[in-house]
Nanobody
């Protein structure tokens, strides 16, 4: 079983910064693509940024240039550095991971419980 635990959310003023972390625990798997999603009240969950195991990144247009996703494969961690935050970035942020079972071509997708990010104007 794979578990994802996010941390680092909070309240920040517009223009400020936050760094989210996501720790992946469990055994018998290798983590492939990891991503951060967010869901604002009354809106659908949307992908913010993703990163492959080899480090290829992709960003939603609204955060490109402000957010940076990174990962530490040895520690099974993924991070989201968020700079120049705007009120419209307010949402619950979720960590997501694609895990491949070791020795088998079986993939499962996992979610963290979410961490609240609130940006005040």
């Amino acid at each position: 079983q794979v578990q994802l635990v996010e941390s680092g959310g909070g309240l920040v003023q517009a223009g400020g910064s936050l760094r989210l972390s996501c720790a992946v625990s469990g055994s018998g798997f290798i983590i492939e693509t990891m991503a951060w999603y967010r869901q604002a009240p009354g809106k659908q969950r949307e992908v913010v940024a993703s990163i492959t195991r080899s480090g290829t990144t992709n960003y939603q247009d609204s955060v490109r240039g402000r957010f940076t996703i990174s990962r530490d494969n040895a520690k099974n961690m993924v991070y989201l550095q968020m700079n120049s935050l705007k009120p419209e970035d307010t949402a619950v942020y979720y960590c997501n991971a694609d895990a491949k079972t070791l020795g088998r071509i079986i993939y499962h997708n996992y979610w963290g419980q979410g961490t609240q990010v609130t940006v005040s104007s």
